[in-house]
């Protein structure tokens, strides 16, 4: 079980998270490329971190809404999100093997990964954006009870998946996170630890009504903001070591 | 000789210059990166025209200022401008390679182009963005009367310049060109093509003051805006074609 | 019957429509406040044109999205789209008053004018927006059906409405127009007069499906761009000119 | 002696200073307009804090550079300027005058700020932008040696000006503040009060040099970052509130 987090979420003046704390910790870095957050010297900046910790980079593409931190859904055409995917990639390749890393995967950001998440032919779309990058990548999605139509949609792509659970979410019994707004959505840090080891040790999740939920995943995303961000991260890398040894 | 051209510098809803029709008759397209004009779709349709007409594809960075066209001088700093240029040119290649064409050069824009044309330190810090990024990419520059000075420099960078003049503007005896706001700054048609013969057959201009003045050039710059930018194009195509043959 | 029409919609470098040649025909310009076209320079030249042609000046607020000319659906909370057209009209207002003209009335644009009219909740807040505002302002909506129900609406906020109909715009049979993909959607100049002629001498427009709608109108809404904008705007003109002599 | 500090300066997700904290300690907010810092909301959320603590509020335009926080010079054409100052001060009103709040000066940003300071020419524009304001703003301005000079222009504008000094920052014999860079520029908490206590009692400043400046301030600028900012805030604040006792 690997540990990803967004990252290189600043943009000019402004600063988001805590970029240097939290490498050491993650395996995965997921850096913003510009359309939400992230300007080209906190892209470089979040590479030069990320290569330093021997942090594998991943593209984190998003719609293009600075002032809405991409978190707002906007229909675009198909043609015009794969367009927008080869730039905001691009864009970070530039930056990266520029400083002698490279980028290996890309996670969509917010709006654009939830409206993935929940619509099919959205899903495809990314994934044949991905597909067709000039450089094999993978594609970090949610590990969800349909990971299997998923996993046949990206081997029509030739396309690798990468699954992703959440550790610090309340799950709901169709395997999808509860809304942020709900009380209890978010886990404390013992909760999130406790439903860390469950999702390593046993591949599976408590739902909000008590069931139990089978979660095949290959990476947790952590949340680098938050007070008890790097607290939270450093006791699940622990786990993670723990349970490997 | 070579005849290049600012393209793909539309923006959203907004359309500038005929790229569609202008790319027959051009060999290298300077393709706007999203910092001064052109946004992914713009940057794909353009890419796709290039490569339909065997146009070899330049990278046109430029400063952040969309509102001022990347116009507007800006004073940043040398990794700001580095990171900046990395950035714009992965954005690019991103899109380009994507569709199976590949960046070939770069020819910063506006005034960032005239910044650096005007500032030996700043040129410096241009070719070693050029020079560090992780592809050998060639950089385009004004001939001057201090080639030879510019030359150096690439060669300490390990880089290739290619070097432009204008058939369409009127020098002044230093090498630099007449600022646009004075008469006559501006050539009409039948003066731009008689310019045009006269760098390609004597590597020469007359400047405003009658002095000969010698420019060696690889590739002369059309503007793809203007009611007579395609006829202007259309001719030197003929011309070069004919001298050639 | 008057006529309203889109302007101020360049950007920067970017030209849109032909606001100086549309002025004198029209009674009612819908000036872009800069999020999705229009910045303070373009702003400046569309009122200084109103103002020459007596031609009553409107705020064309729109959701922030430049790159998408303001025609992608955002989903913002309501104290969000009540700030944004808040700072959208008072920019306008800004810009007109230091001008000596005055901002008569609020037509949303694009994405926004489409949401609003699609959902009655939208256009109570965008209700609310206008009546909060420190001065009165009318608010430019669709004329359809449903009119009463938005006078109602209006009634509770204290908000004048002004209803506008589409002349060159087909309607279908529940009085949305017709989407503009599908053929036939958009008129040509000649059916555009006669529709105009139909709207103003009967109040009735006929669908497509050959009913006779009622639409009770203000304004009729011209649009700037396209080949035939001006001769259709100079055509209404002495068709409106004509029918009130 | 009043307090002003810049508020304000967040964007769409990301937070800068402590507005709420700040608040109860300054006479004179100076709000963001967009173009550097502050979306719409950002905005109508310092105006009600303003608001709430009696707090004046002022205008804090900027050349418009999201990405480089309002602090990189342009060259803008003297229309432009008056332009962009109106749409920024209108923008702010259009959402004060709607919370029942109202703009009281201008003080411009960052490099607009240092480069209306440093040429007597641009400082004019922004004295004709402000002063052909529709509505009768004061413009904040650096005290200087030259306020005399500047007090000569301003009448001719009939424009009143809003004179402030910095309490945390060292004096130049010649009355410019020491670059931020150089060390010893910034003062700190206890030599930034014993300044502040100068400035109000004798009007003076001690320079880097050891000599005693006469600066006449209306108002003292604090910073709202920084670890101490509240802390010398609510110090200044006792400070002034004793000396006026």
Redesign the interface.
């Known amino acids: 079980m690997l540990i990803n987090c967004d990252l290189g979420e600043?943009?000019?003046?402004?600063?988001?998270g805590q970029d240097e704390q939290l490498m050491p910790y993650v395996d995965q870095a997921n850096i913003a490329c510009?359309f939400h957050?992230g300007?080209?010297?906190v892209?470089?900046r979040a590479v030069h971190h990320a290569k330093l910790n021997h942090v594998s980079i991943g593209a984190h593409p998003a719609y293009?809404?600075?002032?809405?931190?991409g978190?707002?859904?906007?229909?675009?055409s198909h043609?015009?999100l794969i367009?927008?995917l080869?730039?905001?990639?691009?864009?970070?390749?530039?930056?990266a093997?520029?400083l002698g890393a490279s980028v290996d995967y890309v996670k969509p950001h917010g709006a654009l990964y939830n409206d993935m998440m929940a619509d099919t032919d959205l899903l495809d779309i990314v994934m044949q954006g991905v597909a067709?990058?000039?450089r094999p990548l993978s594609l970090m999605i949610q590990a969800t009870p349909n990971w299997q139509t998923h996993q046949h949609m990206a081997d029509k792509h030739r396309l690798t998946l990468l699954f992703e659970a959440f550790a610090d979410r309340r799950y709901l019994d169709n395997g999808q996170l509860q809304p942020r707004a709900q009380p209890g959505a978010v886990l404390d840090a013992k909760q999130c630890i406790q439903q860390a080891r469950q999702l390593i040790k046993e591949g599976k999740v408590t739902t909000v009504s008590g069931h139990n939920l089978s979660v095949k995943a290959d990476t947790l995303c952590v949340h680098g903001d938050g007070e008890e961000a790097l607290s939270i991260a450093a006791q699940l890398r622990s786990l993670i070591d723990e349970l490997a040894s």
């Open positions: 600043g943009f000019g003046a402004w600063k988001m510009g957050a300007d080209p010297v892209m470089q293009p809404d600075l002032q809405g931190f978190r707002r859904s906007m229909r675009l043609s015009e367009a927008l080869h730039y905001q990639i691009g864009a970070l390749e530039g930056v093997q520029s067709d990058y000039h």
